[in-house]
T-cell receptor
Framework: ETGVTQSPTHLIKTRGQQVTLRCSSQ?????VSWYQQALGQGPQFIFQ???????GRGNFPPRFSGLQFPNYSSELNVNALELDDSALYLC????????????????FGPGTRLTVT | SQKIEQNSEALNIQEGKTATLTCNYT??????LQWYRQDPGRGPVFLLL?????KEKRKERLKVTFDTTLKQSLFHITASQPADSATYLC????????????FGRGTSLIVHP
């Protein structure tokens, strides 16, 4: 186990609703990244937070937003849910520099399975 | 366009044999490449990281090679066991000063007893 926890484990929402997913990072890690993984695909990068600031964003619309708190835990918010948002949402914590300058290993949580109907 | 390619077909091998998985990329100049293992319904687990100036890295039964000329990484599991059955993902940074990993879709490995 990595020490990264996510809640809830599973969630079912209706199209148009809003959802908040939560992540607690591994102790000592100040960076959290969020990924979306559709069935049979690799994780797609949504965004990353470093010390409470957004530090990079993938090709996702603004209705995907996030927060990082002073204790480095994080939230992913998705507004106006669409059917295609159904996926496994993964949170990964890291501490940049553990693999060398700028390079880091990521430790993933178990994910939240979101189903939009 | 930038692509990370992993074989979408499952790799079936017999227990005890060496499994070799391939990760090819185009239009990237990564500073590093990582390999992760993912079991069904679970998050990926970090296995190995290899930097652009390294040719080979080993960890127990795992070996990774990185050829920046061929734009390819090979991931080997020696003396494979049924417990090694999982999906293996490669990830590399998109370059340009960003070290955020971008993932391939993964290759499923099935080790038969």
């Amino acid at each position: 186990e990595t020490g990264v926890t996510q809640s809830p484990t599973h969630l079912i929402k209706t199209r148009g609703q809003q959802v908040t997913l939560r992540c607690s990072s591994q102790s000592g890690h100040n960076t959290v990244s969020w990924y979306q993984q559709a069935l049979g695909q690799g994780p797609q990068f949504i965004f990353q937070y470093y010390r409470e600031e957004e530090n990079g964003r993938g090709n996702f619309p603004p209705r995907f937003s996030g927060l990082q708190f002073p204790n480095y835990s994080s939230e992913l918010n998705v507004n106006a849910l669409e059917l295609d948002d159904s996926a496994l949402y993964l949170c990964a914590s890291s501490s940049p520099g553990t693999g060398g300058a700028g390079i880091y290993e990521q430790y993933f949580g178990p994910g939240t399975r979101l189903t939009v109907t | 366009s930038q692509k990370i390619e992993q074989n979408s077909e499952a790799l079936n091998i017999q227990e005890g044999k060496t499994a070799t998985l391939t990760c090819n990329y185009t239009n990237y100049s990564p500073a590093y490449l990582q390999w992760y293992r993912q079991d069904p319904g679970r998050g990926p687990v970090f296995l190995l990281l290899i930097r652009e100036n390294e040719k080979e890295k080993r960890k127990e039964r795992l070996k990774v090679t990185f050829d920046t000329t061929l734009k390819q990484s090979l991931f080997h599991i020696t003396a494979s066991q049924p417990a090694d059955s999982a999906t293996y993902l490669c990830a590399l940074d998109i370059g340009g000063g960003s070290y955020i990993p971008t993932f391939g879709r993964g290759t499923s490995l099935i080790v038969h007893p």
